[in-house]
């Protein structure tokens, strides 16, 4: 662990030379700048031989070299590695590397014999860049023997598989490790979604202080140092205070390149973290990482006070094999713990979407029972599909939505073909404007619904005030004088520091979150399905719609002459002086007005079976003299000086059929002139802009995002229970003669003009209170 100071653009000052610890480990100004995979030196307990391949003559060696191998790196140098293992060591290794998967793989090969004071040696090698990386460590093996590490291992495994919860799991992990180790604290140590580390899990010494729950800055473990942990298993450190021992030369002479020690168990540990570690009192650590699927979940830390901790190559391979099986495992056991929670959640989302596929809409996920709170745990929810906001529970506004959602969809996660959710505890964080409604939505969970990103799918959660107890002050970047001007050095403190966090929500779960993308799926699945029944239901409407139409143009056109004979007869017969009863000429006379009558229905009939074959002939249009030219054309109403038409507000100019607009308006004008009992009608016509705050009564699914145009009367009305049959063919709610006549097909071909348009129309009426009828014309826009 190690602390980062602010970013700095200096060059380092070992630029144009290959880095040491050593020489230049007290010039760092930045953690981040450090290179820690090529650190030039060795911890001082082991020696290390670098071999060039495929002849195994030595290219580098640990400048402790004379003390464990009985040779100085001078007399190492150029000559072949048989000078340290002998020839049969140098034969055995040479097999070993030609048999074993040593590529990045550190594996033990032999063990040198003890040596006078020199202990018996461990050898270990690995392969990288075209080089033997040969390490030697005492093996630490006593007279006493050693455990049975198969059946440690085990136990281990057998007791993790045993575990019910996540925390649980790792408890059980920190104890075994500590068991096997034997070092005074072993701590599993979990990342945070910001980079910070809570200590998770703990398995300590009976006396020492508990570390568990407490945070650390994500800066305690900079970004180099995580980034081996991808590549490595296991990184131990056997003395604090230990020293380093330096590469000679520094450099491959063959290459001019400074040895790569990612895999190197020797591997030199930065000052800053050595620092770190005696600033805890810690004297030796080993560290392995724990990994899941998105990468580097946590560590395991373990710590020891009582002195310098050597752990030989055995239990480090236990070891390194046991952080393999938690990392595999720990994910699992998540999922188990949380099993119960994931089956609800995917059976509310199956029965949300079957109730949208069964209503045709997806208005009730949010309003249907169960609703879309009813699965993942949140406070509100909100749908925008349709032109409209559907919410449940507690959220924000919708003139906040509407912010909202206009920043989701330029968000690059939304741009993700396989990923495209958002997913925050801080919403604020991100999105400033979001702090004035955190009280309800600092938590966000949101996805697309379509590739535009325009319809969307969210989950909020209020905000929780948060404690935090951090291990120190994690605002504390401390530095001090250094051989070249102040340099970076770790926390010394690390007291218990308690401090309060706002604007953030409970986290979301990584089983909420897999949930949402399976329910993005079963959506985007029914949409899909949706839209090919649409498809084909389109296809037979439009061919039976020209069925239709044809036919109706060719019955209305062929009626209408022997209807006009029957007139022509009838009217003969009045005629005729033959024909003298008035019982008989009143008959003769309702015949007559039969006819006018079918004549005005088959004319009806036509113009609506033209209006349906007749393209529509869009242009840019001023929607103020089309609407002069209708009030023109029933201008006779407005003549008794007691009518009005009222024009609110300019209307706009819209792309449209100038000619079937100009219709649309003469028939809602003519009705709301002719139905009505007062003396001075009073005529309305204005539009409501798509972005407007203005109430929008009765609006249908879909219309609400779309301009809206109105004309208003204070007519007779009409009860609820027929709004739907006004708009029927030949359908009059009054008697034939009542209000002026007519045929009952005005609204029908209003109805058929703005479907022609794409567009929707509907009423909002009751009796003795006026009526509004609504339209809109989404083919302009």
Not at 158 to 166: C, G, I, K, Q, V
Not at 376 to 386: D, K, N, R
Not at 508 to 520: N, S
Request: charged share 20%; glycine share 8%.
């Amino acid at each position: 662990m190690t602390h980062s100071a602010t970013h700095t653009n200096a060059t380092p000052l070992w630029a144009g030379q290959p880095y040491s610890i050593k020489r230049h480990g007290l010039t760092l100004a930045n953690c981040d700048s450090e290179p820690v995979q090529t650190p030039g030196c060795v911890q001082a307990h082991g020696a290390l031989l670098v071999l060039r391949q495929p002849d195994l003559t030595v290219l580098q060696a640990s400048e402790n070299s004379d003390a464990l191998l009985g040779h100085s790196p001078e007399a190492l140098l150029g000559r072949p590695v048989a000078a340290v293992l002998g020839p049969d060591g140098e034969a055995q290794l040479r097999a070993f590397l030609a048999a074993e998967p040593t590529d990045c793989n550190p594996l033990h090969v032999l063990t040198l014999p003890a040596r006078g004071a020199v202990p018996a040696i461990d050898v270990t090698v690995h392969t990288i860049d075209g080089v033997a990386v040969v390490e030697f460590e005492a093996t630490g093996r006593t007279d006493a023997g050693e455990p049975d590490y198969y059946a440690l291992v085990k136990k281990t495994v057998n007791r993790l598989r045993t575990a019910d919860t996540l925390k649980q799991f790792c408890g059980i992990a920190a104890e075994e490790l500590r068991a096997l180790t034997g070092l005074d604290r072993v701590m599993v140590y979990k990342f945070h979604a910001d980079g910070h580390g809570e200590v998770f899990a703990e398995s300590k010494r009976a006396d020492l202080d508990p570390w568990l729950g407490l945070h650390y800055p994500a800066e305690d473990i900079p970004k180099p140092a995580r980034d081996i942990f991808q590549h490595i298993w296991i990184r131990p450190l056997a003395d604090v205070h230990g020293g380093l021992a330096e590469l000679v030369p520094l450099t491959n002479p063959d290459t001019g390149r400074a040895l790569t020690m990612t895999y190197c168990a020797l591997r030199g540990a930065s000052l800053m973290y050595t620092e770190y570690l005696a600033n805890m009192k810690v004297r030796a650590a080993l560290v392995m990482p724990i990994r899941g699927m998105a990468g580097l979940w946590g560590l395991v830390s373990c710590h020891h006070y009582a002195g310098p901790k050597f752990i030989p190559y055995q239990v480090r391979a236990a070891c390194e094999f046991l952080a393999q099986v938690v990392s595999l495992q720990h994910k699992a056991t998540s999922d188990r713990e949380h099993l119960v929670y994931q089956l609800k959640i995917d059976g509310v989302h199956q029965q949300l979407v079957s109730q949208a596929a069964h209503e045709g809409g997806l208005s009730a996920i949010t309003d249907g029972d169960p609703a879309l709170l009813d699965g993942i745990a949140a406070g509100g929810a909100a749908l925008y599909h349709s032109g409209r906001w559907w919410r449940v529970g507690v959220t924000p506004t919708e003139p906040e939505l509407e912010g909202l959602g206009e920043w989701l969809v330029a968000r690059p996660e939304f741009a993700s073909s396989t990923h495209p959710l958002y997913v925050t505890d801080s919403l604020g964080r991100d999105y400033p404007a979001g702090a004035a409604f955190a009280d309800v939505a600092s938590g966000l969970l949101a996805f697309p619904l379509s590739r535009t990103g325009r319809n969307l799918m969210l989950w909020f959660r209020p905000e929780t005030l948060h404690t935090i107890h951090w291990g120190g002050n994690p605002h504390e970047k401390p530095s001090v004088p250094g051989p070249h001007g102040s340099r970076l050095t770790p926390r010394a403190s690390f007291e218990l520091f308690v401090e309060s966090v706002r604007g953030r929500s409970l986290p979301w779960m990584a089983v909420e979150v897999d949930a949402t993308v399976r329910l993005r799926v079963l959506i985007m699945e029914l949409v899909v399905s949706r839209v090919d029944q649409l498809a084909d239901l389109n296809a037979a409407l439009i061919h039976s719609n020209d069925e239709l139409d044809a036919f109706a143009y060719v019955a209305s056109h062929d009626l209408k002459e022997p209807l006009r004979g029957i007139h022509k007869y009838a009217h003969q017969l009045l005629e005729d002086a033959v024909v003298a009863e008035d019982q008989d000429r009143k008959k003769l006379e309702a015949l007559m007005r039969l006819t006018v009558r079918m004549d005005g229905l088959l004319d009806s009939m036509l113009y609506f079976s033209q209006v349906g074959r007749s393209a529509l002939q869009l242009e840019e249009t001023d929607l103020n003299e089309v609407l002069v030219e209708a009030v023109e054309m029933v201008g006779a109403r407005t003549a008794d000086g007691q009518s009005e038409v009222i024009i609110p507000r300019p209307l706009p100019r819209v792309r449209c059929d100038r000619m079937r607009f100009r219709e649309i308006l003469v028939n809602l004008l003519s009705n709301a002139f002719k139905y009505t009992d007062e003396a001075a009608k009073r005529i309305e016509v204005g539009f409501i802009d798509r972005n407007e705050v203005h109430s929008r009564p009765r609006c249908p699914d879909g219309s609400a995002g779309h301009a809206i145009f109105y004309v208003k009367d204070n007519g007779i009305g009409i009860h609820a229970k027929h709004h739907d049959q006004v708009f029927k063919m030949f359908k009059r709610l009054h008697g034939r003669n009542e209000y002026g006549g007519g045929t009952g097909a005005g609204l029908t071909i209003v109805k058929r003009l703005v479907e022609r348009h794409r567009g929707q129309v509907w009423l909002d009426s009751e009796p003795g209170t006026g009526t509004t009828f609504y339209f809109t014309l989404p083919l302009q826009e």
